[in-house]
């Protein structure tokens, strides 16, 4: 049923996306073997391209492919989405420029720079730069799950697909390590501007057909049930903590850190950072699909045709493919694809960052200029495809979950990065116990919750109701971190 | 005076949208409804608007500040 005009925009617009990727090179020239001019393009992004570039890590396969799948199958839930993107901007106003500014004056290009120098702590320094690597992994495993959902559509009706799909994943991410090896973050940040550019196209061009030839969301909202209208009352503590929980993390992952501290002054950070949440009209849009969906028998046959674990994932594609007409598809389906593609290149680029600079110059401080340029680039290309490998193995479903996981992981950090900015009294022998409870008691809480089984939950029931176990780990963290510090403080005082 | 008033209105700026999104059963209804989308999701929809205003206005107190 996918017709040849469907593949041509596709492998048309593929092509473009390759040659920008490697134009990225020659794009406001600056000498690639240095690290910062490599990893964060010379720290020369003004507001336009900040916005694209963190917006780019926003609108991510993700986005497309995960609360899609989420508000399909569990209804207003996964909306949590929608508040998070608000929120997290609020928060990033307040913390990040202060970053940028510390950055600015002392040369970080990570959030553990920072708080090696900030309490003097190379533990501290360590696990944060070990915490950042491992969260982001699933995050790009996810990305690669959205690319393979735009495969299985559009490979439906192949006898051996499963085959060609991962040959074309494997073809895809071997470009992708190509032109990032020689492009960095430049390569990057163009071709986020040429996926931003598809993937608002598609969204606005999906809004306005999907509801005209549905007549209206009136009807689609009678189709579902009661859960997929509003929020039942027993999921509401729930919500609140996913938006906040998510709200706290975002912030705190390599890759939005490193778009952070790209920017080229802290007032242009703060206007773009402020303009952000005009990105999440998209994503609810996207997130409505998984609604709309019920009501588009076509889509919903086609869905039929795949096992029902998967169908989440594929909302999005089959939709748009059942009612685009076929040379849009390709555009909106290639959207998609290097909506996965180019957030992959930056996470991995900044996990490369943490290796180097965080882990491995901490072990052998003499390390030169050049040394240090070519093991992140190699690092870069390496985390990639431990990701590749990971999705390979693991199925789809499982990935999603694991990303969970990570927003836990990551938010352990918070008291470190965020209130190491402003409050001067925190010590790093409570921070480095409390990140280190944090951590183990969020994995004890989520492996309780899944019954030590596969993780399909991320929430833990508590008195309160069921809770976003990263909330419930960074409140320890904090006692533990703010506690610890006040003890120490009285005591120096009695000495 | 004049220094701490500024800094509650900042504060206010960011916390206002923040506590009303997390307030969950606030909105959490069906009616009214909006363009036939239940009042749930166009009142969160909504926030991406207005939150941008409130965002914006603390980036120009702050960054005359400086």
Not at chain 1, 10 to 37: C, D, M, P, Q, S
Not at chain 1, 103 to 126: M, N, W
Not at chain 1, 168 to 179: H, R
């Amino acid at each position: 049923m996918i017709g040849q005009d469907v593949t041509i925009g596709f492998i048309t617009l593929f092509i473009a996306f390759i040659i920008l990727g490697f134009y990225g090179r020659y794009w406001r020239k600056g000498n690639l073997n240095h690290v910062h001019e490599w990893a964060l393009a010379g720290k020369k992004l003004g507001t336009t391209l900040v916005f694209f570039l963190i917006g780019a890590d926003l609108y991510t396969a993700y986005s497309f492919v995960a609360i899609p799948s989420g508000v399909f199958a569990k209804g207003a839930l996964y909306f949590f989405a929608i508040p998070y993107v608000m929120l997290t901007f609020g928060i990033a106003l307040v913390t990040v420029p202060k970053l940028w500014t510390l950055a600015h004056q002392k040369g970080y290009i990570t959030a553990s720079d920072f708080v090696k120098d900030r309490f003097s702590s190379k533990t501290l320094a360590i696990m944060i730069a070990i915490t950042g690597i491992v969260a982001e992994l699933p995050y790009i495993a996810l990305q690669i799950v959205g690319m393979q959902a735009v495969l299985t559509v559009m490979l439906a009706d192949f006898a051996n697909a499963q085959v060609v799909q991962e040959i074309a994943l494997l073809v895809s991410f071997t470009i992708l390590a190509a032109f990032t090896y020689t492009s960095g973050l430049r390569g990057a940040t163009l071709t986020a501007i040429f996926k931003d550019i598809l993937v608002w196209v598609t969204v606005i061009a999906v809004i306005i057909a999907i509801p005209v030839s549905l007549g209206g969301f009136d009807n689609v909202f009678k189709n579902v049930k009661a859960n997929y209208v509003t929020l039942p009352d027993a999921l509401v503590p729930a919500y609140s903590t996913l938006i906040l929980g998510s709200a706290l993390a975002l912030y705190l992952y390599p890759h939005a850190i490193n778009g952070v501290l790209s920017a080229e002054s802290a007032k242009k950070l703060r206007t773009s950072t402020a303009m952000l949440p005009f990105y999440g009209i998209g994503l609810a849009i996207l997130a409505l699909m998984g609604i709309l969906v019920y009501s588009v028998p076509s889509a919903m046959n086609f869905l039929s045709g795949f096992p029902e674990s998967s169908r989440g994932i594929l909302v999005v594609p089959s939709l748009i493919l059942n009612i685009m007409p076929g040379w849009f598809s390709g555009i909106a389906l290639l959207g998609i694809f290097v909506g996965g593609l180019v957030p992959a290149a930056i996470m991995a680029m900044s996990q490369a960052n943490l290796l180097t600079r965080n882990i491995i110059k901490e072990i052998k401080p003499n390390l030169p200029d050049s040394s240090e340029i070519r093991i992140t680039k190699i690092a870069s290309t390496v985390f990639k495809f431990i990701a590749l490998g990971f999705v390979f193995v693991v199925p789809a479903t499982y990935a999603i979950s694991l990303q969970l996981l990570g927003g836990v992981l990551i938010a352990q950090i918070l008291p470190a990065v965020f209130f190491g900015l402003y409050v001067k009294s925190l010590k790093k022998v409570p921070l480095i116990i409390g990140l280190a409870v944090g951590i183990t008691s969020g994995i004890y809480m989520v492996e309780a919750a899944n019954d030590f089984g596969p993780l399909t939950s991320s929430l833990f029931k508590t008195t309160f109701g069921p809770l976003y176990i990263a909330v419930i780990a960074l409140a320890i963290n904090l006692a533990i971190s703010f506690g610890g510090s006040l003890v120490l403080k009285k005591k120096d005082q009695r000495m | 005076m004049y220094f701490q008033k500024k800094h509650i209105v900042l504060a206010l700026l960011i916390l206002i949208p923040s506590i009303i999104n997390l307030a969950v059963p606030l909105y959490n209804k069906a009616a009214p409804e909006f363009l036939g989308l239940p009042f749930f999701y166009w009142f969160q929809i909504a926030w991406l608007f207005i939150a941008p205003v409130f965002y914006l206005t603390f980036s120009k107190i702050v960054s005359k500040e400086k």
